[in-house]
């Protein structure tokens, strides 16, 4: 069993950034490719971006890329999601997951999820 604790959302002004942090219980961490999404209100759960086990390999949503950045620290059992260029459409609440089933983009592949953390984008 792996249990995903988020934090570092907040209100934030358009153009600035936040820094979330997924902390992973368990021994396994590095045997799991990890993911970012987001669920904005009245909308779908939708892919932001994806880590591979040994961090060596990412991907990111077209919307995000370039602005945002994945990482993770295997020793430290935790995956960051670093946000700058923050805009209103951002809004959303942030889910880390994790899925030992390879490297993918769907939800749907994905075993565990965090509580989520709302991220607010003010313009």
């Known amino acids: 069993q792996v249990q995903l604790v988020e934090s570092g959302g907040g209100l934030v002004q358009a153009g600035g950034s936040l820094r979330l942090s997924c902390a992973s219980s368990g021994r396994t961490f590095s045997g799991y490719t990890m993911g970012w999404f987001r669920q904005a209100p009245g909308k779908e759960r939708e892919f932001v971006a994806v880590i591979s086990r040994s961090g060596g390999g990412t991907t990111y949503a077209d919307s995000v890329r370039g602005r945002f950045t994945i990482s993770r620290d295997n020793g430290k059992n935790t995956v960051y999601l670093q946000m700058n260029s923050l805009k209103p459409e951002d809004t959303a609440v942030y889910y880390c997951?994790?899925?030992?089933?390879?490297?993918?983009?769907?939800?749907?592949?994905?075993?565990?999820w965090g509580q989520g953390t709302q991220v607010t984008v003010s313009s």
């Open positions: 997951a994790a899925t030992s089933y390879g490297y993918g983009t769907g939800p749907s592949r994905y075993d565990y």
